[in-house]
């Protein structure tokens, strides 16, 4: 289990993925809230990360890693157009946490042939088991 600071980590990086575009719309927001409500962080925490985010935080555990990154996954597909600037983001972020280039790139390939670029977490899993093994 992942304590608050991590919790709180992982929170920050995703409202800072979400701010790519300078604006965050409500159906983020309400995604992101239902994240932090989840880890058991309170309205009032979520919104003062906002304005000052957390420094990043390394997952040690590697499944967490993949829940952290199917969640921003989902969060950028919230979105009907998806920026070229989005997918260098997510491919970054990916990276930073350790997860694999080609397991990134095949997610990020393979979300398309999904119905609303949806990736089901059991495929997404199966993905970064082959990088693992």
């Known amino acids: 289990m992942i304590n608050r600071v991590e919790k709180l980590s992982l929170l920050s990086e995703m409202i800072a993925f979400a701010q790519t575009d300078d604006n965050i719309s409500s159906i983020e927001y309400n995604f992101l809230f239902s994240i932090a409500k989840q880890l058991d962080i309170s309205r009032e925490d979520f919104n003062f990360l ?70 089901p977490p059991d495929f997404l899993i199966d993905i970064f088991k082959v990088q693992y093994n």
């Open 50 to 119: 906002f304005e000052h985010p957390v420094t990043y935080v390394h997952l040690k555990s590697h499944s967490e890693r993949i829940v952290q990154f199917h969640r921003l996954v989902l969060l950028m597909n919230l979105e009907h157009e998806i920026s070229p600037k989005q997918l260098v983001k997510i491919h970054n972020f990916g990276l930073r946490m350790g997860l694999g280039h080609e397991s990134i790139n095949r997610v990020l390939d393979l979300m398309d042939s999904f119905p609303n670029k949806m990736v």
